[in-house]
């Protein structure tokens, strides 16, 4: 009862002040607000899948396949946990959808992982935590070994010795408060939300994740595919293989994360046979130049960026 009537003076906070980061919903479920829930734009995420196209053909010149992994919004599967008289939109409800529509119009075949965690669901695992934005060990280890048998069909000769992929390391459980919670709420609110249990499963410590160095399968993208969340390593093994990893937290941006390892040594000396470029259903329409939504170092026009892609891949 008690839990219930701090939750319950939360949504009241809430309802006087609407928060531009954070939606508080019922039960102290968190969604980020920045993540429209009202608008998908057709014509922005069939913009951003033109660079994603470009992206694709000019890293199948270099003999790189491209694995995109769009990863679904958190509010599809937890719409019921939003605070009364917040409401998604028809359009917003397709929009993952919309987006693979949009990449088979572009060729290019990517994951459906909203079915995927739509099973999960199904069968009764959370696939989101609570109060964070971030996916949950089973979200990302089912994610991680549908990818590998992706890659594993698109490149079926992967470089390096068999045997050499990460050993899973242990399950363990930390209790904290979410990210959601901790950096965006005050501390009657956070505390009223209360901590939550993480699942996190490390990597044995014989093979750590490589950075940088030689492995045929790259993954970047934001701070969902950090090693914390299990997804590198559970790919590791699935594929057998050594991955290395680049990320970069949220508002940087993946368009900027992408150029960062493609103008890189790593990638000139040790170019991937696989590259898999995560994004977030989200902010899949925002391209280069969305001012207000990537830090100002990250923005630049889509030219701008064709043009460092084009020089980062040429021959």
Known sequence: MALAL???????????????????????????????LDDADAKAIDASTRLIADAKTRLAARGVHLELLVLPDKVRFYEDR????????DSVRKRYETILGSLRKANIDALNAKTLFSDLRASGVDVYYRSDQHWTLAASDA?????????KQAVPKLAGEPGSGMPLGNVKRERRYGDLADLFLPPEQRAAVGRETFTVRYAAESLPLLDSGKAPVHVTGHSMVQAYYGFPQKLSNGIDRPVTLNWKSGNVGPWVVLL??????????????ALVWQMYEPVYGLGPQAEGQWNSASLMTPQQWQARLQKALAR
């Open 6 to 36: 701090s939750l319950l003076a939360v949504g009241s906070a809430h309802a006087q002040t609407e928060s531009t980061i954070v939606i508080i919903g019922k039960d102290g479920w968190l969604f980020p607000a920045w993540a429209s």
């Open 82 to 89: 939003l605070p009364a008289g917040k409401t998604v939109n």
């Open 143 to 151: 994610t991680a070994t549908a990818i590998a048998a992706r890659i």
């Open 260 to 273: 960062e390892y493609l103008e890189s040594a790593s990638f000139r000396d040790n170019p991937p046979q």
